[in-house]
């Protein structure tokens, strides 16, 4: 029987919004081909079955026609991004990106989500993940646990604000690591911050 894996694909994160393109879809379609087995997942990304002797080519294939390839799983997700409907410099395009090749796809605990607003508007609803980014002006802030599913549902609260942008990866993936060190088996972010607390986490950013 043949050997089965998967991979996660996500859209290009650009202005206007994450969107896979239709010249995008039909290359999935016949990357793929027809018996794969393809989920849309509330990560924004799809999870793609395919025969793990093609993985190489498939994975090859997919980033050729500009899409990302990130492993699945227990892994930070791909960034979440808004739309950056105040423009491509204000809203922190290139951040954006930077941030997501940092964070996508390091194993974690439990998986990770990590949202990004290019402005108070919050569009990508930054606070319902467990690691939220707001651009204020030339400034980021930093939200933790939040958790957008079930009777627990609740937003993340304010960790640490006027950060630059040379400070915002470096004080993300501290976290990230800090979580990865000191989860309690399969923990799940929110209750991890609730229980190392805020006044713990601040200081991991201040490291």
């Known amino acids: 029987m043949e050997e089965k894996t998967k991979i996660a694909i996500a859209p290009a994160i650009q202005v206007g919004g994450s969107l896979f393109t239709p010249e995008q ?21 799809l999870y793609i079955e395919i025969p793990l002797e093609r993985r190489e080519f498939i994975m090859e294939e997919l980033q050729r026609a500009g899409l990302e390839v990130h492993p699945t799983g227990f892994v930070t997700k791909s960034l979440i991004a808004c739309n950056f409907c105040k423009g491509a410099e204000e809203a922190g395009l290139d951040t954006a990106k930077e941030l997501n090749t940092a964070i996508a796809g390091i194993e974690t605990p439990t998986p990770i989500r990590v949202g990004y607003a290019g402005c108070a508007l919050g569009t990508s609803e930054p606070l319902l993940k467990e690691i939220g980014v707001v651009k204020m002006r030339d400034r980021f802030d930093i939200y933790v646990g939040g958790e957008a599913k079930g009777l627990k549902a609740s937003l993340a609260k304010l960790l640490v604000s006027g950060l630059s942008e040379a400070q915002l990866i470096p004080v993300i993936t501290r976290l990230i690591d800090y979580y990865k060190l000191n989860a309690k088996g399969k923990e799940k972010f929110n209750r991890f911050v609730d229980r190392i607390t805020l006044e713990q986490l601040k200081l991991i950013c201040q490291e």
């Open 25 to 45: 879809l039909a290359i999935i379609g016949t990357i793929v081909g027809t018996d794969a087995k393809i989920e849309m997942t509330p990560f924004k990304q």
